[in-house]
């Protein structure tokens, strides 16, 4: 599913070098291209957050250019967990918004 440009909505964003200190929740746009610009190490390494749910590791998922992925839809592939290959992976909490 495409998200228009015109909507906006909160994602787990954390920067790869900086590592899970620098999990924050962002208002970002259906049209947002990734990786964004780190606040801190001003490198272009921030992408969507995910966490193992076994060994509590974060980390940053990266774009999918897997030609067989791409048969079944962009981002569709469920990526590992880098530290102990489980699938078990999902969005971690982040900081709360002030609304």
């Known amino acids: ?14 920067c ?3 590592g899970p200190a620098s999990l924050s929740v962002k208002k970002i746009s259906g049209a947002q291209e990734f ?4 606040s801190v190490c001003r490198k272009m390494t921030v992408n969507r957050a ?26 569709l592939m469920i990526q590992k ?9 999902g969005v971690p909490p982040g900081p709360v918004l002030p609304r």
């Not at 030609?67 to 079944?72: D, S």
């Open 16 to 18: 790869e070098p900086c």
């Open 35 to 38: 990786p964004m610009r780190c």
């Open 1 to 14: 599913m495409v998200i228009p440009k015109k909507y906006y909505y909160e994602a787990n964003l954390v």
């Open 50 to 75: 995910m966490k193992c749910f076994d060994c509590d590791y974060i980390y940053a998922i990266k774009p999918i250019d897997d030609p067989v992925a791409m048969e079944i839809g962009p981002g």
């Open 81 to 89: 967990c880098p530290e102990c290959d489980s699938l078990n992976v």
